[in-house]
């Protein structure tokens, strides 16, 4: 089975997507979907019904192990790449399972960060244009009751765009950790 050597694993609306786009272009690189989310597969099983970005979520993420790893096979580039930004929100539900698959070399790790604050609202407009029913104020608010009702974490603005212990799980648990900052 064939799996990534790097992962672009956030965060969510800090560049992630034009630097895939930069990235899908190089010969050596394939990058064949952005955000499978293959490691975070259990958390997206779990989400409850009342998020209503759940659908999606299931219909675009690569749950199937067999179906992750056809994504790379065949490929004759040097770099496979995974970029999938809600990774480094779930550090503690991918980063043992990417550390499963090592086979004597340690992936690369690239996270992509962003002031927070432009980050959280990024976030939220992204999801007000079609999801969103409350001000950027009451959005955050509802974070807590999303989280208890077993939100997928995309609706976490401020979740996501706290990076400490994200950061410094994934460089105490790989070798070679890039921090990109957006600005």
Excluded at 18 to 43: A, V
Excluded at 44 to 68: F, G, M
Aim: charged share 25%.
């Amino acid at each position: 089975m064939n799996y990534p050597n790097l992962y672009i694993v956030g965060a969510p609306k800090a560049g992630t997507t034009s630097l895939y786009h930069y990235l899908s272009q190089h010969p050596d690189i394939t990058i064949p979907d952005k955000e499978p989310r293959f490691f975070i597969k259990d958390s997206i099983q779990n989400i409850s019904e009342a998020d209503p970005i759940k659908t999606y979520l299931l219909r675009s993420s690569v749950l199937d192990e067999l179906a992750y790893t056809n994504l790379y096979d065949n490929k004759s580039e040097k770099i496979k790449c995974d970029a999938s930004t809600q990774y480094l929100y779930h550090h503690s539900e991918v980063i043992p399972k990417i550390q499963q698959l090592k086979d004597g070399n340690s992936p690369k790790i690239l996270i992509l960060l962003r002031n927070p604050i432009d980050r959280a609202f990024s976030n939220y407009s992204h999801i007000s244009s079609t999801f969103e029913n409350f001000s950027f104020d009451k959005a955050i608010k509802q974070e807590a009751i999303r989280r208890q009702k077993g939100f997928n974490s995309f609706w976490f603005y401020i979740g996501l765009s706290t990076y400490a212990d994200s950061v410094r799980a994934y460089k105490d648990s790989f070798d070679n950790v890039k921090v990109i900052l957006f600005e």
